[in-house]
């Protein structure tokens, strides 16, 4: 398995942004499709973004779409999560998470995903 460790969460205002990053260590990450996922205070967790082995293909949550933008640097080992006009319902604990799967649905699933990280807090106060 690949060992994550997300990092850049913290409070922001609503309308605010935020870029996480997600650096792993002990396999290279150009193996896995990698995601966010994200779990609000008494929520299931939830897809939020995920990109392909090769950066070429993204796929996004509806309630992300168009404010949210994944991306990765294989040669540095790190993905990214950009967000921007950020609401106070994108406050959550977001995990980054690696996935071996291809499929169109097999990749917006948590249970797809076979290393997490610990997450990283985001609040958005309005």
């Known amino acids: 398995q690949v060992q994550l460790v997300e990092s850049g969460g913290g409070l922001v205002q609503a309308g605010g942004s935020l870029r996480l990053s997600c650096a792993a260590s002990?396999?290279?990450?150009?193996?896995?499709?990698m995601g966010w996922f994200r779990q609000a205070p008494g929520k299931e967790r939830e897809f939020a973004a995920a990109i392909s082995r090769g950066g070429g293909i993204t796929y996004y949550a509806d309630s992300v779409q168009g404010r949210f933008t994944i991306s990765r640097d294989n040669a540095k080992n790190t993905v990214y999560l950009q967000m921007a006009s950020l609401k106070p319902e994108d406050t959550a604990v977001y995990y980054c998470?690696?996935?071996?799967?291809?499929?169109?649905?097999?990749?917006?699933?948590?249970?797809?995903?076979?290393?997490w990280g610990q997450g990283t807090q985001v609040t958005v106060s309005s």
């Open positions: 998470a690696a996935t071996t799967s291809t499929s169109y649905s097999g990749i917006r699933r948590s249970p797809s995903y076979d290393s």
């Open positions: 002990g396999r290279t990450i150009s193996n896995y499709a």
